[in-house]
């Protein structure tokens, strides 16, 4: 088990990348705080982690508020001891052109996508420092690099890509790694719910943007989360990972 006795906060583990992170977790053996702004989802994957054996505790609430990520970190430590690996994996999309966005679209990604991390890397980044142990992997995107509607969400996952390269020098004198996973396109709800045309556009350009020819899935993204919290990366930190089948290079 290459996480045994880990202990691991996914945040936005309801359903998709998040999910499909917290279950491969928990296959190998971490102990994991599921959190989501959705109940019905975040119990259920709790749930689900304890039909196979694992174990798992739910912290509800929005990554946007420094409160309930505090409490996450104080779950952790209360429920299993300790904190070894935090994926701030929640995010979401205000996606809309430029000369139409408006301010509550800029603020909403932004309070999620950038503020929210920001709390996950400080309030678990103190744990981790104290105990010289810890692993910090975040959720940037291949659309850090510019996509037109996207102006808010590239801003925060390129804020995500400083941050963890900040973070990285901050916390390695520390035995702390802090990589960042740049997704291209995951068969996630997030894509899912794109506007059909966009969809259609998107599959018919598939095989020309997308070397490897196909769309993620959460585990492609989960099996390369479970390298960057385990052991087996020790010396890999500061990285932005693009796990993209080639779309990015
Ligand atoms: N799907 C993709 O193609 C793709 C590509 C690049 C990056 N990403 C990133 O991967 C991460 C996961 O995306 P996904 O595709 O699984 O999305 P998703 O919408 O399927 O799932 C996101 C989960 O996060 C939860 N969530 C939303 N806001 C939250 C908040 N404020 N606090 C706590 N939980 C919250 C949602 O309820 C949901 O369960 C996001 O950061 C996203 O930006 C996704």
């Known amino acids: 088990m290459r996480l ?3 202990v691991a906060i996914v945040t936005g ?4 990348i998040g999910e499909g992170i ?19 989802d975040a119990l259920a994957v709790v749930e689900k982690i304890r039909a196979k054996g694992g174990q798992a505790v739910a912290v509800l609430g929005s990554v946007s508020d ?7 970190v104080d779950t952790a430590v209360a429920q299993f001891g300790t904190l070894d690996i935090i994926v701030n994996n929640a995010g979401i999309t205000r996606d809309v052109m430029l000369h139409k966005m408006t301010d509550d679209q800029w603020k909403a990604v932004i309070d999620v996508n950038l503020t929210g991390v920001y709390y996950g890397i400080q309030c678990a ?22 996509n037109a509607g996207q ?6 996952k390129a804020g995500v890509i400083g941050m963890t390269k900040t973070a990285a020098k901050e916390l390695g004198p520390k035995n702390v790694n802090v990589n960042a996973i740049a997704p291209g396109m995951i ?9 059909p045309d966009v969809l259609q556009q998107m599959d018919m350009m598939l095989p020309f943007i997308v070397p490897l020819n196909r769309k993620g899935s959460p585990q492609d993204i989960a099996n390369l989360a479970l390298f960057l919290a385990s052991d087996e990366s020790s010396f890999i930190t500061g990285q932005i990972i693009f796990c993209d089948g080639g779309m990015k290079m």
């Open 22 to 40: 917290v279950m491969r977790f928990a296959e190998e053996g971490a102990k994991i705080i599921v959190n989501d702004v959705n109940e019905a």
């Open 66 to 72: 420094r409160e309930v990520v505090q409490k996450m």
């Open 125 to 146: 980044g103190r744990v981790m420092r104290e105990k010289k142990y810890g692993k910090i992997v975040n959720i940037s995107s291949t659309s850090a690099l510019g």
């Open 13 to 16: 583990s309801g359903r998709g």
């Open 187 to 195: 068969w996630t709800d997030m894509l899912k719910g794109m506007p």
């Open 4 to 6: 045994k006795d880990k």
């Open 151 to 156: 102006l808010n969400y590239s801003a925060s």
